[in-house]
């Protein structure tokens, strides 16, 4: 009988992964979350440009369980959760893979804010089954857990490391750019960090300032350079969410790709949604970082090619 030494030198980290997602579902439910489980195939998923979504027949594999999870915010569930696997097509790499692990979780009454504690709170708690209660060593960094955890807003973060403004590098087409290359490297190298306010034109389905329009209440955390989650105060107005998938659509649309059909269910549930947040978190990066793993292939079972 052959042995898959590749799976036999991945036990440990499975092993681990068995335990963080347990401790991710028991750190919920003790926070009174309920758990839900929504369709992996939807007809319409968040026409967002760069985010391409695979078909599968008539339907979509979904990108996010997103739109539905909000459909149940909207329908009186107030503080929900979901473990689920998403797919993107194009998505292949040391930190991405097409079929991946995403959490997400949302609370009704509350803001991003109220998200960034949240982060803290769990990631702690699902360090502790790895050893890693105080700090978290990964790839010769050492991200120290206890203390505070850093806020910085996307245009402070311009101005520290780079030459130019957010409002530049979005005038000159460069604002992607200077976040992967010289922005995102900087982030939680030695504490975790959040970074917050996106500009309004990468707001995507978050709420603006209410004292900064130019920016939403959007934000993401890094840890040791790796970005784990991306988080909003949620926009629930109706009209302005459907010109914003327009505007989407009309990009794909730019690039030659196809627009995806307009989830009109969720449409015309959102104003029943109420003022609420939601984030969604990468668990196999999340893992990566516990485990030390370099890539993200040593946290699953099979990684595309070994099918």
């Excluded at 569930?77 to 979780?105: A, D, N, V």
């Excluded at 993401?220 to 505007?247: K, P």
Aim: hydrophobic share 40%; with cysteine; aromatic share 8%.
């Amino acid at each position: 009988m052959s042995i898959n030494w590749s799976l036999a030198r991945k036990a440990s980290r499975l092993a681990a992964r068995a335990r963080i997602l347990q401790q991710t579902r028991e750190y919920f439910c003790k926070e009174g979350y309920l758990e839900v489980d929504t369709p992996l195939l939807i007809p319409a998923p968040a026409p967002e440009a760069h985010i391409d979504a695979i078909r599968a027949g008539d339907l979509y594999l979904h990108t996010s369980p997103e739109l539905c999870m909000k459909r149940l915010l909207a329908a009186g569930y107030p503080k929900i959760f979901q473990i689920c696997h998403c797919w993107r097509s194009g998505e292949r790499g040391s930190r991405h893979l097409p079929e991946f692990t995403m959490l997400e979780w949302y609370r009704a009454q509350s803001d991003y804010t109220d998200l960034m504690t949240d982060c803290v709170a769990l990631i702690r708690a699902v360090a502790s089954v790895c050893n890693a209660e105080n700090s978290i060593d990964y790839q010769g960094q050492r991200v120290d857990l206890c203390g505070e955890w850093e806020r910085i807003t996307v245009r402070e973060a311009f101005r520290r490391y780079t030459g130019t403004t957010m409002e530049k590098a979005l005038q000159d087409g460069l604002f992607d750019e200077l976040m992967t290359v010289a922005i995102e490297p900087q982030l939680g190298c030695q504490r975790p960090t959040f970074i917050c306010d996106y500009p309004a034109q990468r707001s995507a389905l978050a709420r603006l300032k209410q004292d900064d329009s130019s920016v939403a209440e959007r934000f993401e955390l890094y840890i040791a350079g790796i970005e784990l989650a991306n988080a909003f105060s949620e926009l629930t107005d109706a009209v302005e969410q459907r010109q914003r998938f327009l505007e989407e659509a009309a990009s794909r649309e730019g690039r030659g790709e196809s627009p995806y059909p307009m989830p009109e269910p969720f449409l015309a549930e959102l104003e029943n949604m109420p003022p609420s947040a939601g984030i969604a978190l990468g668990m196999d990066r999340l893992i990566m970082l516990l485990t030390g793993a370099e890539a993200i292939d040593a946290v699953v079972p099979f990684a595309p090619e070994e099918l």
